[in-house]
């Protein structure tokens, strides 16, 4: 193991072992070794730049944890953390704040999921990847930037706000009852599990790929200029708002309940699934493609200036109005 500029004070943590009775404060700099702390940490660690060792962290984590710039190598976190971890900016390592921590450190040995109801922030350029485990209740911030990957576990409920430029890939797993928010440029790839009951806001310029599972409760707005993609799983039941200038594919599956509300400018292809029973609006100059599938028994509102196709399935019973200026074409199925 080897020692950087380390005070006395991170010394005397690794010469004995770390119990309920650590209250006190550690620092170092530029550190290349490794260091294990142990379980019921209540006190405060402060790690300076340029980080290229490993940092374990037992369970029941209560304190704060503080890293400096630069980092390169990896940190683990146990279970049932509560305290409050903060990221410098340039992140290229790994940090994993992990269900069973145990089955990290010993091949085929559980434990008990974790429960994550502290405060994370990530500085800017994070280029490397972040695990979440299950039960998170916090709030996690990420700066701009980021290139690497970030997964979330189950059951979610704190907030997530994630910063301009990311061209990484981003996993959530089911039942997230919280709320994220997405910033400009997003160029990456986001996954949401089944059953969203919290809200997600999408910033301005998005180029990459989104998708949701089913059983959707919650709202999702997207910004201006989206030009990548969107699918929609079934069984949507919350609100949908796109913002201007879409010019991207969204897609969405069966069983919609909820409205969806397109903004002016639209010029991507937009599909709906069979049983829609909810409320559509477009804006001004829709000059894409929109299709419907059968079963339509909720209401369709298109604005003025429509030059691109709308196309309906069978069995409509709901309500469509068309503004002025119909350029385009519109077809609908059997038994309207």
């Known amino acids: 193991m080897t020692f950087g500029p380390w005070d006395q004070g991170i010394l005397g943590l690794v010469r004995r072992p770390i119990g309920p009775e650590l209250l006190g404060r550690s620092s170092t700099g530029h550190f290349f070794g490794s260091v294990p702390f142990g379980d019921h940490l209540q006190g405060s660690v402060l790690f300076g730049d340029h980080l290229q060792g490993s940092v374990l962290f037992g369970d029941h984590l209560q304190g704060s944890v503080l890293f400096g710039d630069h980092f390169q190598g990896s940190v683990l976190f146990g279970d049932h953390l509560q305290g409050s971890v903060l990221f410098g900016d340039h992140l290229q390592g790994s940090v994993l704040f992990v269900t069973t921590s145990q089955s990290v450190l010993f091949r085929g040995v559980s434990s008990s999921v974790t429960t994550c109801k502290g405060v994370s922030l990530f500085g800017d350029h994070l280029q490397g990847s972040v695990l979440f485990g299950d039960h998170l209740q916090g709030s996690v911030l990420f700066g701009d930037h980021l290139q690497g990957s970030v997964l979330f576990g189950d059951h979610i409920q704190g907030s997530v706000l994630f910063g301009d430029h990311l061209q990484g890939s981003v996993l ?125 028994q909720g209401s369709v509102i298109v604005g003025n200036h429509l030059q691109g196709s709308v196309l309906f399935g069978d069995h409509l019973q709901g309500s469509v109005l068309f503004g002025d200026h119909l350029q385009g074409s519109v077809l609908f199925g059997d038994h309207l």
């Open 172 to 296: 959530f797993g089911d039942h997230l009852q919280g709320s994220v928010l997405f910033g400009d440029h997003l160029q990456g790839s986001v996954l949401v599990g089944d059953h969203l009951r919290g809200s997600v806001l999408f910033g301005d310029h998005l180029q990459g790929r989104v998708l949701f599972g089913d059983h959707l409760q919650g709202s999702v707005l997207f910004g201006d200029h989206l030009q990548g993609s969107v699918l929609f799983g079934d069984h949507l039941q919350g609100s949908v708002l796109f913002g201007d200038h879409l010019q991207g594919s969204v897609l969405f599956g069966d069983h919609l309940q909820g409205s969806v509300l397109f903004g002016d400018q639209l010029q991507g292809s937009v599909l709906f699934g069979d049983h829609f029973q909810g409320s559509v609006l477009f804006g001004d100059h829709l000059q894409g493609s929109v299709l419907f599938g059968d079963q339509l």
